[in-house]
């Protein structure tokens, strides 16, 4: 059964066993075992499907246990090439095909046989395409003309709400409904805060450093039930751009920004089909509804000038340890965090399971100047041999000289929150540690 018509699996396999059952029953046979693929595309090659794969393994099988395969209609089965490609094997391994339309066997050295089922698989394609236009022709009238939301998750910023009944009678007597979006109390603040940084001249990495820095919740960690498997370790420059690129958040809807394409598995087998993958529409094939249907979290004037606002540098910052500390919880590398006029650091990976020590999520937080205290002594030790005296080893006093040899030294500090120390591996794998409380 193919997807493209969304029929009930119990009825399409009911009238197209129907028809092979009158076909088989005329020639004094009988169907002794079922091949049918539920939820399948045409369009998916033979070896791919589950049914379609067990039928071909069963051709090789000297024991199959039947004679012929008949077929309920033959622009189910072979698709485009799908013919050409499999019916070899069918005469390879002496097991007859069976179509109703031509009223028994096909004969593989008739050209009449050949043509007919050859051009059932090209009108497989065609309507096949037929479908696929009449859909996409009116979903997108449905989005332009009625905005209607055509599912989907909501953006960020968003929920669904109920929007009553579906117009197709069919669908309402089943239960359907419409939806509309509507604004997130929590999350569409922080949307129009995104837009309101962007218009002052933030960069999508200041935008992210200052979200991250304040603890707001990203996409992904807001709604765990949804976002099982991307990561929730905080916002990122992918996120923030995806935000202000969307022009949902004017209120009004947009259809059409993805399509789906097919493309070959292997070039070099085209026998084994095609797979389905999503692609990125320009923009002037989106479809934008033509008047505002949800609240909108941010005027089409700002959104535009979002778009073309230039980032603006903010005041330069020094960050000499910038590469060198590393989380003592779940070992990835601290990053900058400005604060009160300083440099700190900060594990963004708060939400890993490492950061849970004792029952308690733990934030790795730890100040620049606190680490520099102790970083001289920590050179010292890491630059004494064993055995040798301390007072015999010259370090630099000043210290962005500090940060630089330990970074000739290869030197990465870890910053542990629970013990409050600063330890770093010699190459003799020994540990030097730093207290820092």
């Not at 330990?406 to 003799?428: F, H, K, N, S, W």
Request: charged share 25%.
């Amino acid at each position: 059964m193919s997807t493209e018509d969304l029929q009930d699996p119990a009825s399409s396999r009911q009238w197209q066993l129907a028809r092979a059952g009158d076909l088989v029953e005329k020639a004094g046979g009988e169907i002794v075992a079922e091949f049918f693929d539920v939820g399948q595309s045409r369009a998916v090659a033979w070896p791919q499907r589950l049914e379609g794969g067990r039928l071909l393994a069963a051709l090789e099988d000297p024991r199959r246990g039947f004679e012929a395969v008949v077929v309920g209609e033959p622009q189910r089965v072979f698709y485009d090439n799908q013919y050409a490609l499999t019916f070899p094997l069918f005469v390879h391994f002496g097991v007859q095909l069976w179509v109703p339309e031509i009223g028994g066997a096909v004969d593989p050295d008739s050209e009449a046989h050949n043509l007919i089922m050859s051009m059932y698989a090209g009108m497989s394609k065609a309507e096949r395409r037929r479908i696929q236009l009449r859909v996409r022709t009116a979903m997108a009238a449905q989005a332009e003309l009625e905005g209607r939301f055509l599912g989907g998750r909501p953006p960020y910023g968003y929920r669904l709400v109920d929007a009553g009944p579906h117009p197709r009678p069919d669908l309402a007597a089943l239960g359907a409904r419409l939806h509309r979006l509507d604004l997130d109390s929590e999350t569409a603040p922080v949307v129009r805060r995104i837009f309101a940084l962007r218009l002052a001249g933030y960069g999508a990495r200041r935008i992210v450093n200052k979200l991250n820095s304040e603890g707001v919740l990203c996409p992904s960690a807001y709604d765990r039930a949804r976002n099982r498997h991307r990561s929730a370790d905080g916002w990122s420059v992918g996120t923030v751009l995806a935000i202000l690129a969307n022009p949902r958040y004017t209120g009004h809807q947009v259809w059409n920004k993805q399509s789906k394409a097919e493309t070959l598995l292997d070039v070099r087998n085209v026998g084994l089909g095609t797979r389905t993958v999503s692609r990125w529409n320009p923009g002037e094939k989106w479809v934008y509804s033509r008047e505002a249907v949800h609240p909108a979290i941010v005027s089409t004037a700002d959104f535009r000038r979002a778009q073309t606002t230039p980032a603006t540098r903010g005041p330069q910052r020094t960050y000499l340890l910038r590469g060198l500390l590393r989380c003592g919880l779940c070992g990835r590398g601290l990053e900058g965090a400005w604060n009160n006029g300083r440099a700190n650091y900060r594990c963004q990976a708060v939400r890993a399971a490492e950061h849970v020590v004792a029952d308690k999520r733990r934030n790795v937080f730890v100040r620049e100047d606190t680490v520099l205290a102790r970083l001289g002594g920590l050179l010292i030790r890491a630059l004494t041999p064993p055995g040798d005296r301390f007072e015999e080893i010259t370090i630099p006093r000043d210290l962005p000289e500090q940060a630089d040899l330990c970074r000739e030294l290869a030197l990465t500090l870890i910053y542990d929150p629970v013990a409050q120390t600063l330890r770093a591996d010699r190459g003799d794998n020994e540990r030097i540690i730093a207290y820092l409380r």
